[in-house]
């Protein structure tokens, strides 16, 4: 149990094109989920706290009129990279948060790689 | 920021036990240490989480010391798919909402030797 999956796995766009990426629980519904960027080598770092039915919560430094979120329903999340830059080359990973005892859990999906050329 | 120290690299051969330290002098009495790793190129993998009682599931077991200050994360018997980074975090227990997000540090990078 506790799957999430996200699509793509690998996407190569232009500069100057936006990009979806799409992360679905398949045996849950996820009333939060998360964001997270991880660039080659270094840790991963939390962009966005995505809730279901409301705004996303950015962190300190996350541009949200470029990294767009939407939530829209309990088993799928959306984050649209608008107007991608080669900076923006990276891997884009979603998680789903699940009740477990002792405390609220997060379940991973598979990460997709971004390369804008 | 994390709130956890790792050592950046540890080696363990094949079928040996891995012990994984981390320590985290400054955990509150609520905050729980969860246990993930990430293996190259996937998303993380939970592992497990404890209070202050020592944990164990199919994957692994969690060791933490009485002052709560470190804590052990073993896995019995290492194999070569157990090579990852493994992140040791701490975070207030919730179900679901804001207090639920993780914060990563740079982890420990376990490479098991055939």
């Known amino acids: 149990g506790a799957v999430v999956s996200q699509h793509p796995s690998r996407v190569i766009c232009k500069s100057g094109t936006s990009v979806k990426i799409e992360c679905r629980s398949l045996d849950f519904q996820a009333t939060t989920m998360f964001w997270y960027r991880q660039f080659p080598k270094q840790s991963l770092m939390l962009m966005a706290t995505?809730?279901?039915?409301?705004?996303?919560?950015?962190e300190q430094g996350v541009e949200k009129d470029k990294f767009l979120i939407n939530h829209a329903s309990l088993t799928l999340s959306t984050l649209t990279v608008t107007s991608a830059h080669p900076e923006d080359s990276s891997f884009y990973i979603c998680?789903?948060?699940?009740?477990?005892?002792?405390?609220?859990?997060?379940?991973f999906g598979p990460g997709t790689r971004l390369t804008v050329t | 920021d994390a709130k956890t120290t790792q050592p950046p690299s540890m080696d363990c051969a094949e079928g040996r036990a891995a012990n994984l330290p981390c320590n985290h002098s400054t955990i509150s009495g609520n905050e729980y240490v969860y246990w993930y790793r990430q293996i190259h190129s996937q998303g993380p993998q939970y592992i497990i989480h404890?209070?202050?009682n020592n944990e164990t599931n199919e994957m692994a077991s969690l060791i933490i010391t009485e002052d709560r200050k470190s804590s052990t994360l073993i896995l019995p018997h290492a194999t070569l798919r157990d090579t990852a980074v493994y992140y040791c975090i701490v975070r207030v227990a919730s179900y679901g909402g804001a207090t639920n997000k993780l914060i990563f540090g740079t982890g420990t990078l376990l490479a098991v030797q055939p």
């Open positions: 998680s789903a948060s699940v009740r477990l005892a002792g405390g609220g859990e997060q379940y």
């Open positions: 404890g209070l202050k």
């Open positions: 995505s809730n279901e039915g409301s705004k996303a919560t950015y």
